[in-house]
Nanobody, 119 residues
Framework: QVQLVESGGGLVQPGGSLRLSCAAS????????MAWYRQAPGKQRELVAI???????TYAESVKGRFTIFRDNAKNTVYLQMNSLNSEDTAGYFC?????????????WGQGTQVTVSS
């Protein structure tokens, strides 16, 4: 059974930093593209950052230069380092793992972790 478990969310002041973690189990982690999404109240879920199975990264314009996604395949974990946080970063953050190039395909989500940026 595949599980993605996020951690590291919380309350942080504007300008502060947080590191989110997503630990995967039940899947061949190194073969998956991993991503972080976020969803604020009343808004659609949006892609924050993605790291492919071969390490290529893509970021939403709103987080470029502030957020970094990286993965540790030995630990089956993907991270999101978030710096210079502001109130617009307040959202539930969700981890996603997707594999489309190998059978069986997979598309899995974690339960989310809340990030609140407030003074």
């Amino acid at each position: 059974q595949v599980q993605l478990v996020e951690s590291g969310g919380g309350l942080v002041q504007p300008g502060g930093s947080l590191r989110l973690s997503c630990a995967a189990s039940g899947m061949l982690f190194s073969t998956y593209d991993m991503a972080w999404y976020r969803q604020a109240p009343g808004k659609q879920r949006e892609l924050v950052a993605i790291i492919t199975r071969d390490g290529r990264t893509t970021y939403a314009e709103s987080v470029k230069g502030r957020f970094t996604i990286f993965r540790d395949n030995a630990k089956n974990t993907v991270y999101l380092q978030m710096n210079s946080l502001n109130s617009e970063d307040t959202a539930g953050y969700f981890c996603n793992g997707k594999r489309t190039n190998i059978s069986p395909r997979g598309d899995y989500w974690g339960q989310g972790t809340q990030v609140t940026v407030s003074s």
